[in-house]
Nanobody, 125 residues
Framework: VQLQASGGGLVQAGVSLRLSCAAS????????MGWFRQAPGKEREFVAA????????VYADSVKGRFTISRVNAKNTVYLQMSSLKPEDTAVYYC???????????????????WGQGTLVTVSS
């Protein structure tokens, strides 16, 4: 699986931005998809993940209620809709794919086998 993230940019606090991650391969629906981010000088952290449908999405507490993850399996694409952006959301955002497996939380980097190249989101105050 190859992943290509896009949609990052420089925005002001309070606005919305949507990231996209396009995946190659015919078995996209067999993977859970996640978004992680890494701020300057910090470790990469979990943001959101989704398994088969929007009903099975999970979020980090820091973004819950502001970010929404979704996927369109027919387009092999996962989205991260970010609203009410804050300066502390500034980071490189990475999408990742994890083979679906029982018992996974999909919050851990080690659960993901494939990673995209990242897209930079900068939120100014």
């Amino acid at each position: 699986v190859q992943l290509q993230a896009s949609g990052g940019g420089l925005v002001q606090a309070g606005v919305s931005l949507r990231l996209s991650c396009a995946a190659s391969g015919r078995t996209f629906s067999s993977y859970a998809m996640g978004w992680f981010r890494q701020a300057p000088g910090k470790e990469r952290e979990f943001v959101a993940a989704i398994t088969w449908s929007d009903a099975s999405a999970v979020y980090a507490d820091s973004v819950k209620g502001r970010f929404t993850i979704s996927r369109v399996n027919a387009k092999n694409t996962v989205y991260l809709q970010m609203s009410s952006l804050k300066p502390e959301d500034t980071a490189v955002y990475y999408c990742a794919a994890s083979p679906l497996a029982y018992g996974r939380s999909y919050r851990l980097m080690d659960e993901y086998a494939y990673w995209g190249q990242g897209t930079l989101v900068t939120v100014s105050s």
